[in-house]
């Protein structure tokens, strides 16, 4: 067989790795699939993360109800029953001479009381709801930003696993070209057409692809786990890219505007926001412990035989009246307590300055990205279809004796790295473009709509 009946047959097994990712992405839309809305909805049922932070927002509502309880009247009831037993010592003077006598009574006794209390000043109590109603408010908008964290993380875990599908992909087909080119190497070097050098050459890059197939297929799994774990359960097959995919220009283009967005509307900043709040009515709080309390205070009793002087007595009792309490000295506790609560104030304000500065970081970050990756795909699109005109040419030139086989399997690696890194910067300007949102707002429904329409 001569080289110029061998070369085309490479062509034709480089163009495998398009076949390959073409049936792979007709696999997604079998049964058994799993889209990326799927795989959304699953997470905020199965997500132990998410269920972690859901609860923690349950337990959060609480607090106002909690703060409003120390405004509202409480009711007590008491009964108690009880089995006496005395040891009574009397002295009688009989004939001028005294004389011990010491008797044993027993006597039961009941007492029932019902009290109501209603505070009527109480600093304390006025701060506690306040901050109760932040607390529940900081609560909500901390869930929220928890929201958005799984939206983002499970977007990432499924392209993530898509990429690692592309890389076994691609870690393949570029094996098996080289397992075909060390066959028509041995083909040509017994009918004296090859050397022994490309038999070499080959071998080399075909045990190095045989160990780049291994890490592929172990780091597939690795981020197909990763993903099962947070939509808890088999992740099936994968939705793919759509052909022809165009990233959108963003809307808005700006940083300036994302930062202005980010600004007013990013859930961690308005929880920390609520921190400062509450934090600030803490002091408040602390502060009424120089402040009197005042109560009104109802109470009903009904005491049978309550002493031994009582015995066979039944009273009841009706009591109305305020109660007042005025603190005096506590060893400098309530001074402590305010410079406590100052100081905890001034770190909740820093702390927010810090997350701002966060945000802002973070949000350049990803707005960078998605403008980089827009620019990117258009670069790696031309960067793919040069690599295949290059191989076509290789092919060429190695038919007119101009190029050796170390050129076409140079053009082979540079059409796999070329295709790799274009399924990559698309994944990434997806996952940027989510994270903007994020940063900037909400994630819901809608928005893992839009990302998905991506995908098919």
């Known amino acids: 067989m001569s080289r110029q009946c061998i070369l085309p047959s490479l062509r034709l097994r480089a163009c495998a790795l398009a076949a390959v990712l073409a049936a792979t992405a007709a696999g997604a839309g079998q049964a058994g699939a799993v889209t990326l809305q799927q795989a959304y909805e699953a997470a905020l049922k199965n997500d132990p993360t998410y269920r972690m932070n859901y609860y923690a927002n349950e337990a959060t509502k609480e607090n106002r109800i909690l703060g409003r309880s120390t405004l509202l009247p409480t009711v007590s009831a008491s009964y108690s029953n009880t089995r006496n037993v005395m040891d009574r010592e009397s002295i009688q003077t009989i004939a001028g001479k005294p004389f011990r006598s010491v008797t044993h009574p027993k006597y039961s006794s009941h007492s029932s009381v019902v009290q109501l209390r209603q505070p009527l000043f109480n600093i304390e109590a006025i701060q506690r709801y306040e901050q109760g109603k932040v607390q529940t408010a900081q609560g909500a908008k901390q869930f929220e930003a928890d929201t958005n964290e799984v939206a983002v993380r499970m977007t990432s875990a499924y392209m993530d696993a898509l990429f690692a599908e592309d890389q076994v992909a691609l870690a393949r087909v570029q094996r098996d070209m080289y397992a075909e080119q060390q066959k028509m190497n041995a083909r040509l070097f017994s009918k004296g057409e090859g050397t022994r050098t490309d038999m070499l050459e080959t071998q080399a890059r075909l045990e190095v692809a045989e160990a780049m197939l291994i890490e592929a297929q172990d780091n597939a799994r690795v981020m197909r786990e990763t993903l099962e774990g947070i939509i808890g359960g088999p992740a099936g097959q994968l939705d793919r890219l759509v052909d022809g995919f165009r990233p959108a220009q963003l809307a808005p283009a700006s940083f300036e505007e994302w930062q202005k967005l980010a600004l007013a509307n990013n859930n961690e900043l308005a929880a920390a926001r609520l921190g400062v709040e509450n934090a600030r009515l803490d002091i408040g709080r602390m502060k009424a412990g120089h402040f009197p309390r005042v109560d009104f205070v109802a109470s009903y009793s009904k005491g049978d035989n309550e002493t ?3 015995i066979g007595e039944q009273n009841t009792n009706r009591a109305l009246g305020v109660q007042v309490n005025i603190p005096l000295y506590q060893g400098g506790a309530v001074n402590a307590q305010v410079r406590q609560a100052a100081a905890t104030y001034e770190r909740a304000r820093a702390d927010l300055d810090a997350r701002s500065d966060k945000v802002t970081i973070e949000l350049r970050r990803a707005h960078s990205l998605a403008q980089s990756s827009v620019r990117k795909i258009d670069a790696l699109v031309k960067a793919v279809d040069a690599a295949q005109l290059l191989m076509k040419a290789t ?35 997806l996952i940027a473009l989510l994270r903007l949102r994020a940063l900037a707002g909400n994630i819901g429904t809608q928005e893992i709509r839009e990302i998905a329409a991506y995908f098919r």
């Open 308 to 310: 031994i002087n009582t």
């Open 395 to 429: 092919e060429q030139s190695i038919k007119g004796g101009v190029r050796i086989n170390l050129d076409l399997l140079t053009a082979q690696e540079q059409l796999f790295t070329s295709q790799r890194d274009l399924a990559q910067a698309r994944y990434a300007y």
